[in-house]
């Protein structure tokens, strides 16, 4: 009775073959281990760490972790009407600069798509407010705003109206910090809204021409069905970075006046850097990354639903 037996030729040209397989693997983890390296010494690290603050009397004037504090900078955060407050302001912020920064690209999106000519100014044009810093754009807005001097003053003025205190007033400073961030951020959106119109087959287009359909039955029936997937990424980010707002609110308002605009990442600023309560600034953190996160579930989860039934 014969056995079989496997060739040594075959055996090695296996082993030969497997390496060859393997050879891509390693040179993409090479590629990637300077990036991983620099994540999780700056990010993961870093938010592992706060997690772990947040359970303790961690404070800036002494060393260590400081004393266990279980879940009571949890307790803590819940039960200050200040933690609430500037959630609101940041809800509110996130409500006032959303819908507009969305709508508002892709309007001007299909503007400068259907512009035969000059189509790169207008990218430009858009797109240059965004590249400035926070500073710049603070700085600028500044004098817009600043009272009976201001740009912003004059013309309400040649309009026959009173000028408000626009950023020293509660009733109108949230909303002029939103106008601004509109001004400034508007530019991100509308690429992105460009970018994904270019995809659009004109074919789509001169079929429903010769079809009769009007240019807004064209921008209703397939612009914007086929933007769906842009519009979602549009939202998700600009909801995520109105909650992680910051900079030009400390510029422009410091958070006030009175607290009034004051978004809860100045908050976790103020208990951790200003008060060197780092331990119940973690556990604020914490709270404003689980609200955040949901957000972006929930938001994720209806998109996928409503492309579901479509």
Do not use: C
């Amino acid at each position: 009775m014969g056995t079989s037996t496997v060739a040594p030729e075959t055996t090695a040209n296996s082993g030969a073959g497997q390496r060859r397989q393997g050879r891509p693997v390693l040179a993409g983890l090479a590629f990637l281990a300077p990036f991983l390296l620099l994540y999780t010494l700056f990010l993961i690290g870093p938010s592992v760490y706060g997690l772990v603050m947040s359970f303790f009397n961690t404070s800036l004037v002494k060393g260590g972790l400081g004393s266990f504090a279980g879940l009571s900078n949890y307790a803590a955060a819940f039960g200050d009407p200040q933690f609430w407050s500037s959630l609101w302001h940041t809800a509110w912020f996130t409500i006032l600069t959303t819908p507009p920064l969305v709508i508002l690209a892709l309007v001007f999106a299909l503007l400068a798509d259907r512009a035969k000519k000059g189509r790169w100014f207008f990218r430009l044009a858009f797109f240059a407010p965004y590249v400035l810093p926070s500073a710049v754009v603070a700085l600028i807005w500044n004098w817009v705003y600043t009272p009976d001097l201001g740009l912003l003053a004059d013309v309400v003025t040649r309009l026959g109206l009173t000028p408000p205190v626009w950023l020293g007033d509660p009733n109108w400073a949230m909303i002029s910090v939103a106008l601004t961030t509109v001004w400034w951020t508007l530019g991100f959106n509308f690429v992105l809204y460009l970018a994904g119109l270019q995809d659009i087959p004109r074919e789509l287009y001169e079929a429903a021409s010769i079809d009769g359909a009007t240019p807004w039955q064209q921008i209703t029936r397939i612009t914007v069905p086929l933007l769906g997937r842009t519009t979602t990424l549009v939202a998700v980010l600009q909801v995520i970075a109105s909650l992680k707002v910051f900079d030009q609110i400390y510029l422009m308002t410091s958070g006030g006046p009175d607290f009034a605009t004051r978004p809860t990442i100045q908050y976790i600023y103020d208990v951790g850097f200003t008060d060197y309560r780092v331990g119940y600034g973690s556990a604020v953190s914490m709270l404003l990354f689980a609200v955040i996160l949901v957000v972006s579930l929930v938001w994720f989860a209806l998109v996928r639903r409503q492309e579901r039934d479509a």
